[in-house]
């Protein structure tokens, strides 16, 4: 079966960090663009970080920028979101898909070229 699985989501202060994951089980990552996509209560779902399959390009949306950074280890199948400076702003649920856009902007902004999803992991941040 084709999935990808979220973890590390969870209750969180303002300024504080996680760190999410997405694992991928039943096809391998290395051929796929990942992307991070988040979404918070009653608004749309939005691209918050994508990496190519080499992970030589990467993609942030401004409101996380120097505060999240995304990275990819193809030996282990896995995506991660290192989130730091967490901001109530930030709450959601996030969502990783992988796709295969010809650039990885194309996928964050637009959720085209995706071709599989997780089913999320619920962040909160707050006091």
């Known amino acids: 079966q084709l999935q990808l699985v979220e973890s590390g989501g969870g209750l969180v202060q303002p300024g504080g960090s996680l760190r999410l994951s997405c694992a991928a089980s039943?096809?391998?990552?290395?051929?796929?663009?990942i992307g991070w996509f988040r979404q918070a209560p009653g608004k749309e779902r939005e691209g918050i970080s994508c990496i190519s399959s080499s992970g030589g390009s990467t993609y942030y949306t401004d409101s996380v920028k120097g505060r999240f950074t995304i990275s990819r280890d193809n030996a282990k199948n896995t995506v991660y979101m290192q989130m730091n400076s967490l901001e109530p702003e930030d709450t959601g649920v996030y969502y990783c898909?992988?796709?295969?856009?010809?650039?990885?902007?194309?996928?964050?902004?637009?959720?085209?070229?995706?071709?599989?999803w997780g089913k999320g992991t619920l962040v909160t941040v707050s006091s």
């Open positions: 898909a992988a796709g295969r856009p010809l650039f990885v902007q194309t996928m964050c902004n637009t959720r085209r070229y995706v071709n599989y």
């Open positions: 039943g096809f391998t990552l290395d051929d796929y663009t």
